[in-house]
């Protein structure tokens, strides 16, 4: 079992920055893909990043594209989304997930999943 908690979410205005960052404990040994997903109210879930074990792979959304990016430092067991230029459409709980793979991850087949934060931003 890996256990994934989300934090640095919060409130900050139109062309703000954020990093969240994903914790993970439990069975860290294993070499699992990471990824963030966000859902807002009334919307399905969609994905955002995801970054390979090794952190030499890294995919972005199109609709983040340019302004978010995907890191991770294993050694501390610890994924970030840093996340520039917000808009409030970026308004949205996030969600991290650990994988077999960045391509399991993009299609929504994560095997754990965080809690979420939540990211809003005002206008």
């Known amino acids: 079992q890996v256990q994934l908690v989300e934090s640095g979410g919060g409130l900050v205005q139109a062309g703000g920055s954020l990093r969240l960052s994903c914790a993970a404990s439990?069975?860290?040994?294993?070499?699992?893909?990471m990824g963030w997903f966000r859902q807002a109210p009334g919307k399905e879930r969609e994905f955002i990043a995801t970054?390979?074990?090794?952190?030499?792979?890294?995919y972005i959304a199109d609709s983040v594209k340019g302004r978010f990016t995907i890191s991770r430092d294993n050694a501390k067991n610890t994924v970030y989304l840093q996340m520039h230029s917000l808009k409030p459409e970026d308004t949205a709980v996030y969600y991290c997930?650990?994988?077999?793979?960045?391509?399991?991850?993009?299609?929504?087949?994560?095997?754990?999943w965080g809690q979420g934060t939540q990211v809003t931003v005002t206008s």
């Open positions: 970054i390979s074990w090794s952190g030499f792979y890294t």
């Open positions: 997930a650990a994988g077999r793979s960045s391509t399991s991850i993009r299609r929504f087949k994560s095997d754990y």
């Open positions: 439990g069975r860290t040994d294993t070499s699992y893909a």
